[in-house]
């Protein structure tokens, strides 16, 4: 059998790991990317850096390469039609349509689409394109989550008693976003849940939907949760596919919402082809859904992907095929644990340019993984720019073992200029969010 040949859009941690996995798997890999990742770099035969949202561009690149199969790490080639326009060349694409698309970039059709299709997990939530009955429905609501309608990285979300003090400052808010075009210029206010947040990812080719171990990422800065939203800076996931805190019988109606939203797509004539990212709050009242993505998440796919069994280069031949019902999907029954090495003052005011040193044979004799996002790589390490440094991610028989393991790996990681939320995976932590559940009466007993 020939080689696949794979096109991966994107270049940071996330889709080093989705390479590595297709190149592991037999694939040729070429990437395009917008800066040069030096992990992908050294395992694809074709790199492109340039825009990862030219649909043209994505195109010509696809054709030269002679690609069969290509996917999408970012949302952000989805949204601009990258995919449809491969699509159309005749690749085969592993990700949604810009319109399948529109559940992660439209954050007010996803909870409409929802409703519409009586899709378990939803909540209280409107659109405004302007600021009438603002104010009235805020008051309504109480502690409310105020959410521009589009992509703005994870960063635009503010939360009532989080970053917002009170009913004025919400207001404000939703204001500020209406008027300045923030994240699209639309506003979308939900009540606030309170819980504990979780992610469950699956693959699904439109019909079947298999869901991968279940992760909970740290999107806030500074250790104890403080500091402002982030793209993520660690996640972890325990061993056989679960989480301390979550009881099977909640991670199945995860999973069921899930495949509902799929249905819906379907329903709407959308259907929904590669990763889906379903963001739940572990309530008092059970999984609700806080938001969806059209791809796997960064960091989760560095928990998901070391664990998967199963070929990657034949799991997204069978979701471009809608054969995903052929494929036994295995994972490893390891915990795991990823950290994210960020520059000191990220989410913030990140120290720029600072040199990261970095042994990576040493971090390979510990046994953890190393991923490099999009950085700038120099002799003996990195350069920091103002995102995420490094991944490292740890594996064991429980999260204490993974998280001993990614901490030793950490080691080799040097400079005074960098931050790492240690608190991650550990013990402590993971203590406090079984005690959380419990104080909101769900004792995940069986978990
Ligand atoms: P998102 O970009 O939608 O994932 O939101 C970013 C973060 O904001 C989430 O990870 C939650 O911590 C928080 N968040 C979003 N929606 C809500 C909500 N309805 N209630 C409470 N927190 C929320
Ligand atoms: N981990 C959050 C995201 O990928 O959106």
Redo the contacts with the bound molecule.
């Keep these: 059998m020939t080689e696949t040949s794979v096109l991966l859009i994107g270049g940071g941690a996330r889709e080093h790991a989705i390479g590595q996995a297709l190149v592991e798997s037999g694939a040729e890999l070429s990437v395009i990317m917008k800066n040069k990742n030096p992990g992908l770099a050294r395992l694809a035969t074709n790199v492109h850096v340039g825009s990862e949202k030219a649909p043209s561009l994505a195109v010509d690149k696809a054709n030269a390469w002679d690609i069969d199969i290509a996917i999408s790490g970012p949302e952000a080639p989805i949204a601009s039609g990258v995919t449809d326009a491969l699509a159309q060349a005749g690749i085969r694409v592993a990700s949604p349509t810009q319109k399948a698309g529109r559940i992660e970039t439209d954050?007010a059709w996803m909870r409409r689409v929802m409703k519409k299709h009586d899709v378990p997990g939803g909540?209280k939530?409107r659109h405004f394109t302007h600021a009438q009955g603002l104010r009235s429905y805020i008051e309504e609501l109480g502690d409310?989550?105020v959410?521009p309608i589009g992509l703005?990285g994870?960063?635009?979300?503010?939360?009532t008693g989080?970053h917002l003090d009170h009913t004025e400052d919400a207001l404000d808010y939703a204001t500020e976003i209406l008027t300045s075009g923030y994240g699209g210029g639309e506003v979308v206010i939900?009540?606030?849940?309170?819980g504990e947040?979780f992610t469950v990812q699956c693959f699904t080719d439109g019909d079947t939907v298999t869901p991968t171990p279940p992760i909970q990422?740290h999107?806030r800065a500074f250790e104890g949760d403080e500091g402002p939203?982030t793209g993520g800076m660690g996640s972890y996931s325990g061993p056989d596919a679960t989480l301390p805190f979550l009881t099977t019988e909640d991670h199945q109606e995860a999973i069921r919402i899930v495949e509902g939203l799929v249905n819906a797509l379907a329903k709407e004539g959308h259907r929904y082809v590669g990763p889906i990212y379903g963001?739940f709050?572990l309530t008092a009242d059970g999984p609700?859904v806080?938001?969806v993505?059209a791809r796997f998440g960064d960091p989760e796919a560095m928990n998901t992907i070391p664990l998967l069994e199963t070929s990657f280069t034949r799991i997204v031949d069978a979701l471009t095929r809608q054969r995903l019902h052929t494929v036994d999907m295995t994972f490893n029954t390891d915990a795991t644990v990823v950290k994210y090495v960020v520059p000191r003052g990220y989410g913030t005011n990140p120290s720029e340019n600072v040199t990261v040193h970095v042994n990576e044979d040493a971090i390979h004799d510990t046994g953890a993984r190393l991923y490099y996002p999009s950085c700038n790589p120099t002799e003996g390490g990195v350069t920091t720019t103002t995102s995420r440094t490094l991944a490292v991610v740890g594996t064991g028989d429980t999260i204490a073992d993974a998280n001993e393991q990614a901490e030793a790996a950490l080691e080799h990681i040097q400079s005074d200029e960098i931050y790492i939320r240690h608190d991650i995976g550990t013990d402590d932590l993971v203590t406090q969010r079984i005690a959380h559940m419990r104080a909101l009466g769900r004792d995940p007993t069986n978990a």
């Design positions: 954050k909540i939530s409310v989550a959410k703005t994870g960063k635009g979300v503010k939360v989080e939900e009540e606030k849940l309170v947040e990422d999107k939203n963001q709050m609700k806080i938001e993505n």
